[in-house]
């Protein structure tokens, strides 16, 4: 339970976000079925050789809507003066077919990966699916379970 606590606060006040990782394109750093803890990112603060979490233009974005999880491959300022980024996942041959347009300082919508958490995904994807009353349930079923046991291991 406070690995869920711990990871409500990081929701909560920092921002942090939980993206399991679904394909091999960033191994063996983070393998299928890892989870991506993500932090928010300026657009300012963006650097050639950070993991991003972003959603690719359509129609190259997941079908599942799910952020793609890979590296900041070129970044470059464009003759108008805006600023663009391509990217590749480690384990790819080539690079990202897609040229992204860097919004402007203090834009959302690039998370960069600061953390990510082996085999863990997997749960986190069946959690999510759970919903908040699902997960509520769970959590207060696994809470009496903890207490019943620990008053049995006393008598």
Known sequence: MAVVGAAAYGWFVHGLRYVPVLTGSMSPGMPPGSLAVTAPLDPADLAVGQIIAFRPPAPLAPQDGKPVLHRVWKLETQPDGHRSLQTKGD?????????LKVPPPGSPGY?????AVPHAG?????????????????????????HGLRRLSRA
Do not use: I
């Open 91 to 99: 384990a790819n041959a080539a690079e990202d077919s897609w040229v």
């Open 111 to 115: 998370s960069e990966v600061v953390y």
């Open 122 to 146: 997997a749960a986190a994807q069946v959690l999510a699916a759970m919903g908040p009353l699902g997960l509520s349930a769970t959590l207060g079923g696994l809470a009496l379970t903890v």
